[in-house]
């Protein structure tokens, strides 16, 4: 790493309004978030992509010819992945509704798979 007289790094990781609120304050200098912002005082770039896979307890059987819709149940753990996420779900099927356990972390969504044997959507290379 190239040593540049009086600069500091911090790195620090929260929620991406959070993080756009501390862009906005001045608080910090850059973000990355996973929606892009929408604020105007904010120059924003796309990095990527996102894709989702199912994540299940062993135990919870989906079987082998299954269609999305049909699997929002009790078992369903809702991570708020943002808007993107929202409009893939619908695409998918699974309409706008509250589910039963809604989390806005993914390892607590994790915590609670394993706990109460429920499935929920993730971020492919968050997993």
Same mark, same amino acid.
């Given at each position: 790493?190239? &040593?540049?007289?009086n600069l500091h790094v911090q790195i620090t990781t ?18 990355? @978030? ?6 105007k005082a904010i120059r924003a770039w796309h990095l ?11 135990? @919870?059987?989906?079987? =082998?010819?299954?269609? !999305?819709?049909?699997?929002?149940? =009790?078992?369903?753990?809702? @991570?708020?992945? *943002? ?6 779900? =619908? ?10 356990? =809604?989390?806005?972390? *993914?390892?607590?969504? &994790? ?11 993730? !971020? &492919?290379?968050?997993?």
């Amino acid at each position: 790493m190239k &040593k540049i007289p009086n600069l500091h790094v911090q790195i620090t990781t929260d929620h991406s309004p959070a993080i756009i609120q501390h862009v906005l304050d001045g608080r910090i200098d850059y973000g990355i @978030v996973f929606n892009l912002p929408r604020a105007k005082a904010i120059r924003a770039w796309h990095l990527g992509r996102h894709h989702y896979a199912l994540y299940r307890h062993i135990e @919870v059987d989906i079987g =082998e010819d299954f269609d !999305l819709a049909s699997l929002q149940n =009790e078992r369903y753990i809702k @991570v708020s992945w *943002g808007i993107p996420f929202q409009k893939w779900l =619908e695409k998918h099927g699974i309409q706008h509704q509250k589910s039963p356990v =809604e989390v806005s972390h *993914g390892n607590l969504a &994790k915590q609670i798979i394993i706990e109460q044997k429920g499935w929920a959507f993730y !971020l &492919k290379k968050a997993s």
